[in-house]
């Protein structure tokens, strides 16, 4: 059984925010696979579903992201889970726009949401580091993970949550290589053939037979001696 907990502060208000992308991976994997309908819990919104033949619970804090720990920490508890089992999606400002690594362990690098659960549960757990960019200073950082995604984001982000979506499964069972290459092969995906055949190579120049050679006795004896 695993427990996936997405990062973000509830309400209308902070939907569209780059730290609410958390919740935007949970929403599109509980929506692309059936889980349960959203219900209240742990302090956040819960839904169950099933993913690679794994159990999976999907959980939403709603504590607001500097209290995320007492939420996720009830959770584990309730389902007698460990911190290997528990995977966060959250904001990543060390990471570019579009770019997305894994990780188990370390650090919480000032990420509030990621300091609480630390306090609760400890830093083993998994972490799926969703890349929003950096605003260039230091304390221009709350301003603007708490701003929505401007329009130019919108391609990478949905080709980064429909990513997410997609390796979910390998996820569950973790194949943390397997979930990367799907959500790389949404956010740069192969290039498709073009549908035409290289042209033939030339064939090599065959030396005239006996029967062919049609040069002088002259030339002959010229190209003897070259």
């Known amino acids: 059984m695993r427990l996936f907990v997405g990062l973000g502060n509830p309400g209308a208000k902070y939907a569209g925010n780059r730290h609410n992308i958390g919740f935007m991976a949970l929403d599109r994997i509980a929506g692309d696979h059936g ?9 956040g919104k819960v839904s169950e579903g099933v993913l690679g033949g794994e159990k999976v619970v999907l959980l939403k804090p709603e504590t607001f992201m500097n209290l995320s720990g007492q939420s996720v920490g009830e959770a584990l508890r309730f389902y007698k889970l460990s911190a ?23 650090g919480h690098a000032g ?12 830093a083993e757990y998994g972490r799926v580091r969703m890349g929003v960019g950096h605003p260039g200073h230091k304390d221009a950082v709350p301003g603007y993970v708490l701003k929505d995604f401007a329009k130019a984001d919108q391609d990478w982000l949905d080709d980064m949550l429909r990513g997410i979506s997609d390796g979910a499964a390998d996820l569950a069972r973790g194949d943390g290589g397997a979930f990367t290459n799907a959500v790389g092969l949404r956010l740069a995906p192969q290039r498709p053939s073009t549908g035409k055949k290289a042209p033939p190579a030339p064939a090599p120049k065959a030396e005239p037979t006996a029967d062919e ?8 004896l010229a190209d003897r001696f070259r």
């Open 213 to 220: 050679d049609n040069r002088s006795p002259l030339q002959k």
């Open 84 to 106: 290997a089992d528990l995977v966060v999606f959250h904001d990543e400002i060390d990471l570019a726009p579009g770019k997305l690594k894994l990780k188990t362990g370390g």
């Open 35 to 43: 889980f349960a309908p959203w219900r209240g819990k742990f302090q």
């Open 111 to 122: 990420h509030n949401g990621l300091r609480s659960i630390h306090a609760h549960v400890g």
